[in-house]
């Protein structure tokens, strides 16, 4: 009997340490970013043999990224990739932690679902990293450099946004 205790008691511990929650609550991110922003420039991009163009759109403490990729040939290998031109698209968290924007997110489809394996382009996690380098509120400008690539990227706001929680 004391066996059988003992067994579900473990079971119990187990399962609970295991498992987590999706969060409860939205939080409201930050005022600045809320909105769509967007690359429409790219610094010599005529002499790059590939390049990526972003837009996002900040919703409270969520990211909604559209990666629009360009390249001259085909580095990646694979049908998917023989078209000069191809959008990834991917959905998430950030946060801003002194002067880094750090984003934490999946690939997901078009319509910023599930994306399953196996589908052209990246899947899985999409986690990235960013120096602002400055914003101008007058101009909507947000300029940011990443971390993995070094490249800065001017994004220019289109559309200005507000963080409206529901509460429940």
Same mark, same amino acid.
């Given at each position: ?16 340490? /295991?498992?987590?929650?999706? $969060?409860? *609550?939205? /939080? ?14 790219? *610094?010599?991009? /005529? ?23 360009? /390249? $001259? ?37 078009? $319509? ?30 947000? !300029? ?6 070094? !490249? ?14 529901? *509460?429940?």
């Amino acid at each position: 009997m004391m066996k059988n205790v003992f067994l579900t008691l473990c079971f119990l511990l187990l399962l609970s340490s /295991a498992c987590t929650f999706n $969060k409860k *609550e939205q /939080a409201s991110g930050v005022d600045y970013f809320q909105g769509k922003w967007s690359e429409d420039t790219v *610094e010599n991009k /005529a002499q790059l043999v590939s390049y990526q163009q972003h837009d996002f759109k900040f919703t409270c403490d969520s990211f909604y990224l559209q990666i629009k990729s360009y /390249a $001259k040939v085909n580095l990646n290998g694979g049908v998917c990739y023989d078209k000069n031109s191809w959008t990834e698209y991917t959905k998430g968290y950030y946060q801003l932690v002194g002067d880094t924007l750090k984003l934490e997110g999946n690939f997901v489809s078009d $319509k910023y679902k599930f994306k399953p394996e196996g589908s052209c382009y990246r899947v899985g996690k999409y986690q990235e990293n960013f120096v602002v380098v400055n914003k101008g509120k007058l101009l909507d400008l947000l !300029l940011i450099k990443s971390l993995q690539t070094n !490249l800065v990227h001017q994004l220019k706001r289109t559309e200005k946004g507000v963080c409206i929680i529901k *509460e429940d």
